[in-house]
């Protein structure tokens, strides 16, 4: 098993800026990428940006030139730096892990956090 911990969220201004964390644990083989979806209310859950095991990164348009993802120096650890924060930036944030193999299984399998929040007001 595998378990997904973020941290980070919390409430800023607009035009502020927000890091948020994740770190999977647990007995991992290997993760084929982790990224970070939102879910604003009433809406669908959307990507927000995924890095690969490779460096290879995708971004939901609405968040280029504003968000970046980013591996930590720890194994299985994925950072979000946002920038310049908008009132429809807010949401929960969801860390996710795509392609996680765990010792036990050796099968693959995709992981959720438990979600943080993220509120852009003034």
């Known amino acids: 098993q595998a378990q997904l911990v973020e941290s980070g969220g919390g409430t800023v201004q607009p035009g502020g800026s927000l890091r948020l964390s994740c770190a999977a644990s647990?007995?991992?083989?290997?993760?084929?990428?982790m990224g970070w979806y939102r879910q604003a209310p009433g809406k669908q859950r959307e990507l927000v940006a995924t890095?690969?095991?490779?460096?290879?990164?995708n971004y939901a348009d609405s968040v280029k030139g504003r968000f970046t993802i980013s591996r930590g120096n720890a194994q299985y650890t994925v950072a979000l730096q946002m920038s310049n924060l908008q009132p429809e930036d807010t949401a929960v944030y969801y860390c996710?892990?795509?392609?996680?193999?765990?010792?036990?299984?050796?099968?693959?399998?995709?992981?959720w956090g438990q979600g943080t929040q993220v509120t852009v007001a003034s």
């Open positions: 996710n892990a795509e392609g996680v193999v765990t010792t036990t299984t050796m099968m693959a399998r995709p992981y």
């Open positions: 647990g007995s991992i083989f290997s993760i084929y990428a």
């Open positions: 890095i690969t095991s490779g460096g290879i990164t």
